[in-house]
């Protein structure tokens, strides 16, 4: 009866690091030296997603040149590998899982369902492969449907009209609220359909926005979860499968859920950027706010307090509160906190301003003077030291414009961008009461309970509140998650009991910020429907619901 000793490999692989995804790969290939076969994710030796990488030809070339090292090395005792890397054929580029054993290509299956929708857009790429048939490997007869594959039910059925015992299903799979449940039962449709236990292996880490959970797990043909990997760790599972009895159970490591996930989404995608773009660590303004403290703790969390720097740029509006709320920040968190008053700037500017602002009353823009000489300052800091500026504004503001374009806008990444204000409160209360499992910061509170209380304001008048030009969040969120995530028309949001003129209102608001969010720092994608990769929207449109 046909039998297989598998080790899925849960990797991190960085962008286009080919020698160092292969000598992670022939790393974990030592460490399962007595399985028979070694599983990595999709794309796993170039990363994923490539985007337009991989249609540089010398890419593609030294990824074939490594994919041969990688062959060469299976003629020494271990396990076969299963890698992802690119392929060519006479019809195009492919997206390819390549099989090595013995020290050669033993076959390459290539991915036949290209997703194009969402964040996914493989068809620009990549041509679909041919239905794949079963890859030969030690006497048992592999399935290789390639992460879209498994999402819908042609390719698996046809693997199981062509013998396969087994599906062995690479994943670059990105996390957002809600996707394990929906990869569970996808996985479980195709054992029912096909009769064949699966295996779903998934990488982990940050890529740009998007950030993957891992969550690797093993299934029999019952639908029953045999063994499940943790999520967002890389590391190194080993299973035991027969033809007879699928696989024995395993290890099973439950998945986060609620906040938890959601704030490790945000600390695994800032800890990723900030290295793999070599920035010694961020810095930040902290202004006694929830957006920048909450922003501040997952910074620390993610890279340590030794890499995070906090700077208060306070105005004449600044409160005795506000600074006295950062200062307890700061020292709760552990991280250096530099005040840098703004007025001398606000002033100057002024100055140079008054001959041709004449006899114009203040408004808006003093308002953006303030928001605008903060982020002069901290690049400035960021440019002499090396520090990337972390944006720290949230989706809710990002959604109808009420951010400073050039202003607090400003910044090499956003760890709130697609993290209504709703859900900020709830990640900040959660995270003053647990410490992350993955967090490098302190255990207890990480901010005083009053940045939880006191009325969101951005202080750049007398008394101002963010209420006095937008609705309450616990309104406007809602609003903003039935026109952005579910693309419903104002008069259906309103039928759900919100106000007409409250919710044009925001529509209008919404189109018109999209020349503010073209412009806006790459962020981490926890949502269906993130600014970005997500939601792509025309600046100049005319089309209103409203």
Same mark, same amino acid.
């Given at each position: 009866m046909p039998r297989l000793s598998i080790a899925a490999f849960q990797s991190n692989p960085a962008m286009g690091d080919l020698a160092g995804n292969a000598a992670a790969i022939l790393e974990a290939r030592a460490r399962a030296r007595d399985c028979d076969l070694l599983v990595t994710p999709e794309l796993s030796l170039i990363g994923y997603p490539p985007e337009d990488l991989v249609l540089k030809p010398a890419l593609v070339e030294a990824a074939e040149a490594e994919l041969a090292r990688l062959a060469a090395a299976?003629?020494?005792?271990?396990?076969?590998?299963?890698?992802?890397?690119?392929?060519?054929?006479?019809?195009?580029?492919?997206?390819?899982?390549?099989?090595?054993?013995?020290?050669?290509?033993?076959?390459?299956?290539?991915?036949?369902?290209?997703?194009?929708?969402?964040?996914?857009?493989?068809?620009?790429?990549?041509?679909?492969?041919?239905? !794949?048939?079963?890859?030969?490997?030690?006497?048992?007869?592999?399935?290789?449907?390639?992460?879209?594959?498994? #999402?819908?039910?042609?390719?698996?059925?046809? +693997?199981?009209?062509?013998?396969? &015992?087994?599906?062995?299903?690479?994943?670059?799979? !990105?996390?957002?609220?809600?996707?394990? &449940?929906?990869?569970?039962? +996808?996985?479980?449709?195709?054992?029912?359909?096909?009769?064949?236990?699966?295996?779903?292996?998934?990488?982990?880490?940050?890529?740009?926005?998007?950030?993957?959970?891992?969550?690797?797990?093993?299934?029999?043909?019952?639908?029953?979860?045999?063994?499940?990997?943790?999520? #967002?760790?890389?590391?190194?599972?080993?299973?035991? $499968?027969?033809?007879?009895?699928?696989?024995?159970?395993?290890?099973?490591? @439950?998945?986060?859920?609620?906040?938890? &996930?959601?704030?490790?989404?945000?600390?695994?995608?800032?800890?990723?950027?900030?290295?793999?773009?070599?920035?010694?660590?961020?810095?930040?303004?902290?202004?006694?706010?929830?957006?920048?403290?909450?922003?501040?703790?997952?910074?620390?969390?993610?890279?340590?307090?030794?890499?995070? $720097?906090?700077?208060?740029?306070?105005?004449?509006?600044?409160?005795?509160?506000?600074?006295?709320?950062?200062?307890?920040?700061?020292? +709760? @968190?552990?991280? !250096?906190?530099d005040t840098i008053g703004i007025e001398p700037g606000v002033a100057a500017l002024e100055a140079m301003l008054a001959p041709h602002f004449g006899n114009h009353p203040p408004d808006l823009t003093q308002e953006n003077l303030q928001s605008r000489l903060r982020m002069v300052t901290l690049m400035a800091l960021s440019n002499r030291f090396g520090h990337m500026l972390l944006t720290t504004g949230n989706k809710s503001e990002l959604s109808v414009g009420y951010a400073t374009l050039y202003g607090d806008m400003a910044g090499g990444y956003s760890v709130l961008k697609d993290a209504y204000k709703t859900t900020v409160f709830q990640l900040a209360r959660w995270r003053n009461a647990h410490r992350p499992r993955l967090g490098l910061g302190p255990e207890g509170p990480v901010m005083p309970e009053r940045v939880l209380l006191k009325p969101p304001t951005a202080e750049l008048r007398e008394n101002q509140k963010d209420e006095d030009s937008l609705p309450p969040y616990e309104i406007l969120d809602p609003i903003l998650e039935g026109l952005v995530e579910e693309e419903l028309s104002a008069a259906e949001v309103s039928a759900r009991g919100f106000e007409w003129e409250t919710v044009a209102r925001i529509e209008r608001l919404l189109y018109t910020a999209e020349y503010k969010r073209r412009q806006a720092p790459p962020g981490v994608k926890i949502g269906p429907r993130n600014f970005g990769r997500d939601r792509r929207y025309p600046i100049s449109n005319a089309f209103r619901t409203s």
């Amino acid at each position: 009866m046909p039998r297989l000793s598998i080790a899925a490999f849960q990797s991190n692989p960085a962008m286009g690091d080919l020698a160092g995804n292969a000598a992670a790969i022939l790393e974990a290939r030592a460490r399962a030296r007595d399985c028979d076969l070694l599983v990595t994710p999709e794309l796993s030796l170039i990363g994923y997603p490539p985007e337009d990488l991989v249609l540089k030809p010398a890419l593609v070339e030294a990824a074939e040149a490594e994919l041969a090292r990688l062959a060469a090395a299976t003629a020494t005792p271990g396990p076969g590998l299963l890698v992802g890397t690119t392929h060519r054929t006479p019809q195009g580029l492919h997206n390819g899982y390549a099989l090595l054993d013995s020290g050669r290509v033993v076959a390459v299956s290539t991915k036949h369902d290209l997703p194009n929708y969402g964040v996914f857009d493989e068809k620009r790429v990549f041509e679909p492969g041919r239905l !794949p048939d079963p890859v030969h490997f030690r006497g048992v007869k592999l399935g290789l449907p390639i992460c879209e594959d498994m #999402w819908t039910a042609p390719v698996c059925r046809h +693997l199981a009209r062509m013998g396969a &015992e087994i599906l062995l299903v690479p994943n670059g799979s !990105p996390y957002e609220i809600g996707k394990e &449940e929906r990869r569970l039962a +996808l996985a479980r449709a195709r054992v029912r359909e096909t009769g064949l236990a699966l295996l779903y292996v998934n990488r982990t880490g940050g890529q740009d926005e998007l950030v993957f959970d891992g969550g690797s797990f093993a299934l029999n043909a019952d639908g029953q979860v045999m063994a499940r990997m943790a999520d #967002w760790d890389e590391g190194l599972a080993r299973l035991e $499968w027969s033809q007879e009895a699928g696989f024995a159970p395993g290890e099973i490591h @439950l998945p986060d859920r609620g906040p938890e &996930e959601i704030y490790h989404a945000m600390l695994v995608g800032l800890r990723d950027y900030v290295a793999r773009n070599h920035f010694p660590g961020v810095v930040l303004g902290l202004s006694g706010g929830i957006d920048s403290a909450l922003s501040a703790a997952i910074a620390v969390d993610a890279l340590g307090s030794d890499r995070v $720097w906090c700077v208060m740029l306070p105005s004449r509006f600044t409160s005795a509160e506000s600074r006295e709320d950062a200062e307890a920040c700061a020292r +709760l @968190l552990g991280v !250096p906190l530099d005040t840098i008053g703004i007025e001398p700037g606000v002033a100057a500017l002024e100055a140079m301003l008054a001959p041709h602002f004449g006899n114009h009353p203040p408004d808006l823009t003093q308002e953006n003077l303030q928001s605008r000489l903060r982020m002069v300052t901290l690049m400035a800091l960021s440019n002499r030291f090396g520090h990337m500026l972390l944006t720290t504004g949230n989706k809710s503001e990002l959604s109808v414009g009420y951010a400073t374009l050039y202003g607090d806008m400003a910044g090499g990444y956003s760890v709130l961008k697609d993290a209504y204000k709703t859900t900020v409160f709830q990640l900040a209360r959660w995270r003053n009461a647990h410490r992350p499992r993955l967090g490098l910061g302190p255990e207890g509170p990480v901010m005083p309970e009053r940045v939880l209380l006191k009325p969101p304001t951005a202080e750049l008048r007398e008394n101002q509140k963010d209420e006095d030009s937008l609705p309450p969040y616990e309104i406007l969120d809602p609003i903003l998650e039935g026109l952005v995530e579910e693309e419903l028309s104002a008069a259906e949001v309103s039928a759900r009991g919100f106000e007409w003129e409250t919710v044009a209102r925001i529509e209008r608001l919404l189109y018109t910020a999209e020349y503010k969010r073209r412009q806006a720092p790459p962020g981490v994608k926890i949502g269906p429907r993130n600014f970005g990769r997500d939601r792509r929207y025309p600046i100049s449109n005319a089309f209103r619901t409203s």
